[in-house]
């Protein structure tokens, strides 16, 4: 199958700082990437649609300020957590759609933000 | 309503069990169905695929789709403690580039 990577998996910041996240896609290109959030034991919580060479899709309650998407090139998607807060503390998830005939998305491994 | 339904259990079998997960929908547009598994602090795998009503199987696992009842369903046999982990089931209306909505996930144990 298809191999997502994510860059760091896991991350542990003051409050106010900022993060990036990195998502790429190894050996397939995407124009369309997915960021998720899931709080513990919880479903995954669809945030935003990274698309390439264009401005990324919120989903609505999702700051669009707070959480910066660049869709950089065709493997690559970054997510920004701005002036981050303890409440923001999750795990974070990107997925791809490979582009084969199983037309369907890959995730990456995950990373856990923690804000102190 | 939402618009997918799961039972989050969480699940417990003996090990050599078949289990069954099951997940409803409301949403008649879906037409694309998966099942993912994920392990504790770990992205989601994609375990199955299907886009039409009725059975396949890979392996161990066989999923079901009846789209007249709404309704989709993975089984596992001789399941093994290395299945224990979230399953979730996920859907769309329009293939890989279309956002999945999910179910919330059912934790299963498989008890050696």
């Known amino acids: 199958g298809a191999v997502v990577s994510q860059h760091p998996s896991r991350v542990i910041c003051k409050s106010g700082t900022s993060v990036k996240i990195e998502c790429r896609s190894l050996?397939?290109?995407?124009?369309?990437m997915f960021w998720y959030r899931q709080f513990p034991k919880q479903s995954l919580m669809l945030m935003a649609t990274?698309?390439?060479?264009?401005?990324?899709?919120?989903e609505q309650g999702v700051e669009k300020d707070k959480f910066l998407i660049n869709h950089a090139s065709l493997t690559l998607s970054t997510l920004t957590v701005t002036s981050a807060h303890p409440e923001d503390s999750s795990f974070y998830i990107c997925?791809?759609?490979?582009?084969?005939?199983?037309?369907?998305?890959?995730f990456g491994p995950g990373t856990r933000l923690t804000v102190l | 309503q939402k618009e997918v339904e799961q039972d989050p259990g969480p699940l417990s079998v003996p090990e050599g069990a078949i289990v069954s997960l099951n997940c409803t929908y409301s949403?008649?547009?879906?037409?694309?169905f998966m099942w993912y598994r994920q392990y504790s602090r770990k992205g989601p795998e994609l375990l199955m695929y299907?886009?039409?009503?009725g059975n396949k199987e890979d392996g161990r696992f066989t999923a079901q789709v009846d789209k007249s009842s709404k309704y989709i369903s993975l089984f596992i046999r001789d399941s093994q403690p290395s299945d224990s982990a979230t399953y979730l089931c996920?859907?769309?209306?329009?293939?890989?580039?279309?956002?999945?909505?999910f179910g919330k996930g059912t934790l299963l144990t498989v008890n050696p």
């Open positions: 990274s698309n390439e060479g264009s401005k990324a899709t919120y």
């Open positions: 996920a859907m769309n209306s329009g293939g890989s580039n279309y956002k999945l909505t």
């Open positions: 997925s791809a759609p490979s582009g084969s005939v199983t037309d369907t998305q890959y």
């Open positions: 949403n008649s547009a879906f037409q694309y």
């Open positions: 050996d397939f290109q995407a124009t369309t």
């Open positions: 299907t886009y039409s009503s």
